[in-house]
């Protein structure tokens, strides 16, 4: 059994992420963390910090809050646990955290867990190496009124994905549009826009538009299960896995699919 710390444990993907520990064998939840103001009173197995639960061969899966995952990456090198993560907004300083871990212990990172999202790329490749480069890329995400950042990690990785196929300066994001008169869209923009309201759980469109036709690769989230085993099978991962900061590629192609 691989002893899961799960951080965030109260909110959406910590609550998605313990129904699918109950439905997946080979995983047990050794403690649930949460902030101390949102622990449910009288339940056992919860605490207010990591610190007194992490040790070595522990994974941590954690969907929390930027601070608190650079927190707990720095946690997981000083105790020789692995760390499966998937908070999204992290700034510089706070990526560096997991990339430091990441030279101790086995960290899986990910904007998204989900599988569709690892072949959205794979086929948003494969089109932009068959059209004309000077197809134009929009992208467009919507999720939950709550989310707490924008634009989404999923569409940043997309926008970063434009650019690494086609060169950052040919592939310069733009964060929402307008208003007033802005002109003619320049070569090479990639539009990014976010929608937020209700209840969306994830929704991300790659318009490619040419020359009298377009297309869309669209991926939908329409439960947190999707994500959530694709944690599960990133911890599998990291509990047999060197140091080093993989993606859920690295996941797949080591033969651990989503259950
Ligand atoms: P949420 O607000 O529902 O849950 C976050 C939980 O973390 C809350 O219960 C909060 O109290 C807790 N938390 C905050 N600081 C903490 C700390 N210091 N210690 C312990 N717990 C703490 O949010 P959510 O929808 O579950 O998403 C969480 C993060 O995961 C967001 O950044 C979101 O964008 C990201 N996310 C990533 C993926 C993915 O596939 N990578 C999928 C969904 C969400």
Not at 44 to 55: E, N, Q, R
Not at 186 to 207: F, K, Q
Request: include cysteine.
């Amino acid at each position: 059994m691989i002893p899961l710390v799960l951080v965030g444990a109260a909110g959406r993907m910590g609550r998605a992420i313990e129904l699918a520990v109950a439905e997946v064998p080979g995983f047990v939840i050794k403690a649930r963390v949460e902030r101390a103001a949102s622990l449910p009173g009288g339940a056992a197995g919860w605490c207010a910090d990591a610190v007194a639960m992490l040790a070595a061969g522990d994974v941590a899966v954690e969907f929390s809050d930027p601070a608190a995952c650079a927190a707990l990456a720095t946690l997981c090198a000083e105790r020789g646990a692995g760390l499966v993560s998937g908070t999204s907004g992290l700034d510089a300083a706070q990526d560096e955290a997991v990339r430091a871990a990441a030279r101790r212990v086995a960290v899986v990172r990910a904007a998204n867990f989900s599988v569709g999202v690892a072949v959205l790329r794979r086929a948003l490749q494969a089109a932009l190496e068959a059209l004309p480069p000077g197809w134009d890329v929009e992208i467009v995400e919507r999720h939950h009124r709550r989310k707490a950042d924008s634009p989404s990690g999923t569409a940043l990785a997309l926008a970063g994905d434009v650019a690494s196929r086609r060169g950052a300066e040919n592939a310069v994001p733009l964060f929402g549009r307008g208003p007033g008169r802005t002109g003619p869209r320049p070569v090479g923009e990639i539009g990014v826009h976010s929608v937020r309201g209700g209840t969306w759980v994830g929704d991300h469109a790659v318009l490619l538009a040419g020359e009298g036709e377009w297309l869309e690769l669209r991926h939908v989230a329409q439960d947190r299960q999707a994500f959530a085993h694709g944690a599960l099978a990133a911890a599998r991962f990291v509990a047999g896995a060197g140091p080093g900061l993989y993606g859920l590629e690295d996941v797949l192609a080591a033969g651990h699919p989503a259950p």
